[in-house]
């Protein structure tokens, strides 16, 4: 194989590899808000993550959820679950809140 055959053969290689991981976290999104729901979370807002986060680690699923406050613990259980699961992708899921009902409103911007 020629220098340019190989170079383009990596080029080619690296796009499919990261395609493949583009598609692995998009299923494991889609997987992360089935569980919510199917716990009892009525998900008010799930924006398509930032691709990595501060600290440099990919950033699967992020949104908004509203959770009545007897079914907390089932989503807690259906994360940790799904934590368990893809341990050895190192998934973690954080829960933050609760917050103030005004806070899954719609974004309004000002510029």
Do not use: N
Request: glycine share 8%; net charge negative.
């Amino acid at each position: 194989m020629t220098a340019g055959a190989a170079y383009l053969a990596r080029k080619r290689f690296h796009q499919l590899v990261d395609d493949l991981g583009a598609e692995e976290c998009e299923s494991l999104a889609r997987r992360i808000w089935d569980r919510a729901s199917a716990a009892g979370a009525e998900i008010t807002a799930a924006p398509r993550a930032e691709p990595r986060t501060p600290a440099g680690e990919i950033a699967v699923a992020r949104g908004a959820l509203l959770v009545d406050r007897q079914r907390f613990i089932a989503i807690e259980q259906a994360l940790d679950d799904l934590e368990m699961e893809h341990g050895s992708l190192g998934l973690t899921c954080e829960i933050r809140g609760p917050w103030p009902p005004y806070s899954f409103a719609d974004a309004i911007e000002v510029s």
